[in-house]
C-alpha cells in the first residue's frame, strides 16, 4: 500500500509542476490568445490524486489534517470554476494568469507550511 500511495504523491507532485508549467505556457501566448486546457488537466490530476491520497489514508496508516485537505480542496475549486469558466474564450483577462498561478503557490504553501 505503501507504493500506491507513494506513486500518489508521484503523480500529485507532477500535477504540481504541470500547472507551474501552464503559467510559463500562458506567457508565452500573450493576453491575447486563449487560456490552455492544460490548466484543466493539471487541476483534475491534483483533485484526482489528492482525493484518493485521502480516501487511502486508512489503507496507508496516515492521517491527514482534514482542515488543511479543505482548505486546499477549497483554493483547487476556485483554480476550477476560474478554468472551466474561461476556458472556451478567445482571450484571457490580464488578472487570470497571475491569479491562477498565485492560488497554485498558495496550495503549495499550505501543503509545506501547514504542518
Ligand atoms: C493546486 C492544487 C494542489 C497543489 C499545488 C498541491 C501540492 C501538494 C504538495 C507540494 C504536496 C507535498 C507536500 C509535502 O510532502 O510536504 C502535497 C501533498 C498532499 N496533498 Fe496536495 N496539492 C494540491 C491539491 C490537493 C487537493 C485538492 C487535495 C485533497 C483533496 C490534496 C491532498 C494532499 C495530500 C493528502 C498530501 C499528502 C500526501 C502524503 O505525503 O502522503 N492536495 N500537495
Known amino acids: 500500500m505503501e507504493f500506491v500511495r507513494l506513486l500518489l504523491v508521484f503523480l500529485h507532485l507532477l500535477g504540481m509542476g504541470m500547472l507551474v508549467a501552464m503559467f510559463f505556457v500562458q506567457m508565452r501566448v ?3 490568445g486563449p487560456l490552455n486546457k492544460g ?15 485521502v480516501a487511502l489514508a486508512p489503507l496507508t496508516d496516515k492521517e491527514y489534517d482534514h482542515f488543511k485537505i479543505g482548505v486546499k480542496l477549497l483554493v483547487l475549486v476556485v483554480i476550477a470554476v476560474l478554468v472551466a469558466a474561461n476556458v472556451n474564450r478567445q482571450k484571457v483577462a490580464s488578472w487570470l494568469t ?18
Open 30 to 32: 500573450g493576453k491575447d
Open 39 to 53: 490548466w484543466l488537466h493539471g487541476a483534475g490530476l491534483q483533485l484526482l490524486t489528492g482525493v484518493a491520497l
Open 98 to 115: 497571475p491569479a491562477l498561478a498565485g492560488l497554485v503557490v498558495l496550495n503549495v504553501g499550505v501543503a509545506v507550511f501547514w504542518t
